[in-house]
T-cell receptor, first 114, second 112 residues
Framework: ETGVTQSPTHLIKTRGQQVTLRCSSQ?????VSWYQQALGQGPQFIFQ???????GRGNFPPRFSGLQFPNYSSELNVNALELDDSALYLC?????????????FGPGTRLTVL | GESVGLHLPTLSVQEGDNSIINCAYS??????FIWYKQESGKGPQFIID?????DKRQGQRVTVLLNKTVKHLSLQIAATQPGDSAVYFC???????????FGPGTRLSVLP
């Protein structure tokens, strides 16, 4: 186990709704990255948070947003859900680059959009 | 753009045999690589990593080889066990970058 926890484990929403996913990082890790993993594919980088600010973003629209809190936990918010948002959402924690940048993943939240 | 790919989408091996999973990457600026194992319904699990100043790194039953000349990475699993059955991803990263780039994965099936 990595010590990274995510909630909820599963979630079902309908198109147009909004969703918030949560992540608690491994003890001592101040950097949190979020990835989207569609079925049968590798994870795709959404964004990273460091010191409560966005620290890099992948090719995802603005309706994907996030927060990081002083205790380093993080939220991923997705507005105006689309069917293609159905995926496993993974959170990974790490120390900041470049010294120790190994990313350790949580179990993920399975989001289904109907 | 940068990409990480795998030569074989599926690999079946007999229990006790050695497994070799291959990966090609295209970003010559990547200098840190990780192999992850993902079991059904779980998040990716760190297996082993290697930095670009090394060609080989060994762990417990696993070895990662890096060939920077041809931008190729491989994961060798010795004495493959049923518990090794999973999808394996290689992931690459630049030292000043924030994210890892993952390939599509290789499913390893261990036959009894």
């Amino acid at each position: 186990e990595t010590g990274v926890t995510q909630s909820p484990t599963h979630l079902i929403k309908t198109r147009g709704q909004q969703v918030t996913l949560r992540c608690s990082s491994q003890s001592g890790h101040n950097t949190v990255s979020w990835y989207q993993q569609a079925l049968g594919q590798g994870p795709q980088f959404i964004f990273q948070y460091y010191r409560e600010e966005e620290n890099g973003r992948g090719n995802f629209p603005p309706r994907f947003s996030g927060l990081q809190f002083p205790n380093y936990s993080s939220e991923l918010n997705v507005n105006a859900l689309e069917l293609d948002d159905s995926a496993l959402y993974l959170c990974a924690s790490s120390l900041p680059s470049p010294s120790t940048d190994t990313q350790y993943f949580g179990p993920g939240t399975r989001l289904t959009v109907l | 753009g940068e990409s990480v790919g795998l030569h074989l989408p599926t690999l079946s091996v007999q229990e006790g045999d050695n497994s070799i999973i291959n990966c090609a990457y295209s970003n010559s600026a990547s200098d840190y690589f990780i192999w992850y194992k993902q079991e059904s319904g779980k998040g990716p699990q760190f297996i082993i990593d290697i930095r670009s100043n090394m060609d080989k790194r060994q762990g417990q039953r696993v070895t990662v080889l890096l060939n920077k000349t041809v931008k190729h990475l491989s994961l060798q699993i010795a004495a493959t066990q049923p518990g090794d059955s999973a999808v394996y991803f290689c992931a690459e990263k630049e030292s000043n970058g924030q994210n890892f780039v993952f390939g599509p994965g290789t499913r390893l099936s261990v036959l009894p």
